[in-house]
T-cell receptor, first 116, second 118 residues
C-alpha cells in the first residue's frame, strides 16, 4: 500500500488566496483526520470523518476553514481566504476501526503551507 | 478534556546510552490508549510504541520501552542503546478507548526534541 497520500507537499500563497489541500487515505480505512502542526500550538486535530461523515469539527479554527470527504478515497481541506497565521504543516491521517483495537492512525507526509 | 504534557522541550543523549522522555496526562477516563510518535526531520509521523491503559505490563518494542504508571498518570519512553537515527521530535499522545462512534481523537503533547551525540 502506498500509505496516506497528500498533495501538494509544499504550498506558497499570498494572503487572501484560496488554498486547497488534498488527501487520499489508505484503502479500506474508515476514519480520516486532518491535523495542523505549528510551533506555538503543536499538533492539533482540526476535524475527523467516519465513513465520509464529519464527526468532530470542533478544532476547525473558523469559518475560513472547511473540509469535505466526497468519497472514501478522497478528502480536501480548504482555506478561503488564507491568512499568514494559517502557515503550518497540515497532516492527514487515516485509520480503520477494530473492536478493542489500537485503531492506529497512519499519517501522510504533510503539506507545508506558507501564506505570505 | 484530556491534556498531555511533555515537560522536556529538549533532551540529548550520547550514542549507545539510554535516555528517558517524560509524559504526563490528565483524564477522568479509565480506559484509553497512550502512544509515542517519532517525527524525524522528514516530518513523517511514525508510531514508536503504544500502551493500553488496562494492561499493567509495560510495552516494549526492541530498544524502546515505556514505564506506564496509571495512578500517577505518567507514561515515559525509554530508549536504550541510542542510535543516531533516533534523533527526532518525540510526541506523546492519548486516545480514548472503546466503542465505535466514540472519540477517535488523538491528543498530543508539545513534543521533546531528542539529539543524539556521536
Amino acid at each position: 500500500d502506498a500509505g496516506v497520500i497528500q498533495s501538494p507537499r509544499h504550498e506558497v500563497t499570498e494572503m487572501g488566496q484560496e488554498v486547497t489541500l488534498r488527501c487520499k487515505p489508505i484503502s479500506g480505512h474508515d476514519y480520516l483526520f486532518w491535523y495542523r502542526q505549528t510551533m506555538m500550538r503543536g499538533l492539533e486535530l482540526l476535524i475527523y470523518f467516519n465513513n465520509n461523515v464529519p464527526i468532530d469539527d470542533s478544532g476547525m479554527p473558523e469559518d475560513r476553514f472547511s473540509a469535505k470527504m466526497p468519497n472514501a478515497s478522497f478528502s480536501t481541506l480548504k482555506i478561503q481566504p488564507s491568512e499568514p497565521r494559517d502557515s503550518a504543516v497540515y497532516f492527514c491521517a487515516s485509520s480503520h476501526w477494530y473492536d478493542r483495537g489500537w485503531n492506529e492512525q497512519f499519517f501522510g507526509p504533510g503539506t507545508r503551507l506558507t501564506v505570505l | 478534556a484530556q491534556t498531555v504534557t511533555q515537560s522536556q522541550p529538549e533532551m540529548s543523549v550520547q550514542e549507545a546510552e539510554t535516555v528517558t522522555l517524560s509524559c504526563t496526562y490528565d483524564t477522568s477516563e479509565s480506559d484509553y490508549y497512550l502512544f509515542w510518535y517519532k517525527q524525524p526531520p522528514s516530518r513523517q509521523m511514525i508510531l514508536v510504541i503504544r500502551q493500553e491503559a488496562y494492561k499493567q505490563q509495560n510495552a516494549t518494542e526492541n530498544r524502546f520501552s515505556v514505564n506506564f504508571q496509571k495512578a500517577a498518570k505518567s507514561f515515559s519512553l525509554k530508549i536504550s542503546d541510542s542510535q543516531l537515527g533516533d534523533a527526532a521530535m518525540y510526541f506523546c499522545a492519548y486516545r480514548t478507548a472503546g466503542r465505535q462512534g466514540g472519540s477517535e481523537k488523538l491528543v498530543f503533547g508539545k513534543g521533546t526534541k531528542l539529539t543524539v551525540n556521536p
